[in-house]
């Protein structure tokens, strides 16, 4: 990860956006303390789908499974007999 000055990120923000585009987050910083970063979309977008994942409750994960003539996959398992 890069790191650049606020003013610097300004002058330079094509070189940012590019090199974040690249896959390489770059790291602003104002008055010394990291203030924000810029990734690409494509992280971006796969960090709200981690969040999304985090956060759903089992209801919402129900309902978003496969329906319709898409076919779940299901595991042949068979149960142990006791005793043998």
Do not use: C, Y
Not at 13 to 25: D, L, N, R, T
């Amino acid at each position: 990860m890069s790191d650049w000055q606020l003013h610097d990120a300004k002058n330079k923000f094509s070189s940012v956006v590019e090199a974040a585009i690249a896959g390489e987050p770059q790291r602003v910083t104002r008055r010394g303390k990291p203030a924000v970063a810029i990734i690409s979309i494509e992280a971006f977008e796969e960090l709200l789908l981690l969040r999304k994942d985090a956060s759903a409750s089992l209801p919402e994960l129900l309902l978003d499974m496969p329906r319709g003539n898409s076919r779940v996959h299901r595991l042949d398992v068979h149960a142990r007999r006791l005793g043998s």
